[in-house]
């Protein structure tokens, strides 16, 4: 018969050392990473911060300091050119359609005076078909109408 302690034991003692010798490698390889970061970084600042002026294309020449002033602020402006949001996509007639219906159905729940969630439901099927202006201005009609009790909520839970 087979102690199961033993064996759950032995087990265990197995799993910990997995773990402890996955430790030590992740250990190691974050030490590398730091010794080589390091070594960078003093590079380039030694790079920057030296004074020296730079000569012609010889490949340890040091940029100056009005030459790495005039690199980073390109620098900058390219990232914060790629940074920057792309304009909205102008409407598709598709979107229009998704509009109009949505729009319907929230005159539809006013006329009513009731949001159920047949118009919950059917407002989640339209609203990934709106732009985000469109949605925009759905929500604030729909919030509106709420707030001046031309409409109550039947539904728990959000509004789409």
Same mark, same amino acid.
């Given at each position: 018969?087979?102690?199961?302690?033993?064996?759950?034991? &032995?087990?265990?003692?197995?799993?910990?050392?997995?773990?402890?010798?996955?430790?030590?490698?992740? #250990?190691?390889?974050?030490?590398?990473?730091?010794?080589?970061?390091?070594?960078?970084?003093?590079?380039?600042?030694? &790079?920057?911060?030296?004074?020296?002026?730079?000569?012609?294309?010889?490949? *340890?020449?040091?940029?100056?300091?009005?030459?790495?002033?005039?690199?980073?602020?390109? #620098?900058?402006?390219?990232?914060?050119?790629?940074? $920057?949001?792309?304009?909205?996509?102008?409407?598709?007639?598709?979107?229009? $359609?998704?509009?109009?219906?949505? *729009?319907?159905?929230?005159?539809?729940?006013?006329?009513?005076?009731?949001?159920?969630?047949?118009?919950?439901?059917?407002?989640?099927?339209?609203?990934?078909?709106?732009?985000?202006?469109?949605? &925009?201005?759905?929500?604030?009609?729909?919030?509106?109408?709420?707030?001046?009790?031309?409409?109550?909520?039947?539904?728990?839970?959000?509004?789409?």
């Amino acid at each position: 018969m087979v102690d199961v302690r033993t064996t759950n034991e &032995s087990s265990k003692s197995s799993n910990h050392c997995e773990v402890a010798l996955a430790l030590r490698q992740q #250990v190691d390889e974050t030490r590398r990473l730091a010794e080589r970061f390091e070594s960078v970084e003093q590079i380039c600042n030694r &790079s920057i911060r030296s004074s020296a002026p730079v000569a012609g294309n010889q490949p *340890n020449a040091f940029l100056a300091p009005e030459q790495v002033e005039r690199l980073s602020a390109a #620098v900058a402006t390219r990232v914060t050119e790629a940074n $920057a949001p792309a304009p909205p996509a102008e409407p598709t007639p598709e979107n229009f $359609a998704a509009e109009e219906q949505a *729009n319907q159905r929230v005159s539809a729940a006013i006329g009513a005076k009731h949001w159920t969630q047949a118009d919950q439901a059917q407002l989640r099927l339209l609203i990934p078909q709106l732009t985000d202006e469109q949605r &925009s201005e759905l929500t604030h009609r729909i919030v509106i109408a709420i707030n001046r009790q031309e409409m109550t909520l039947d539904v728990r839970g959000p509004i789409f």
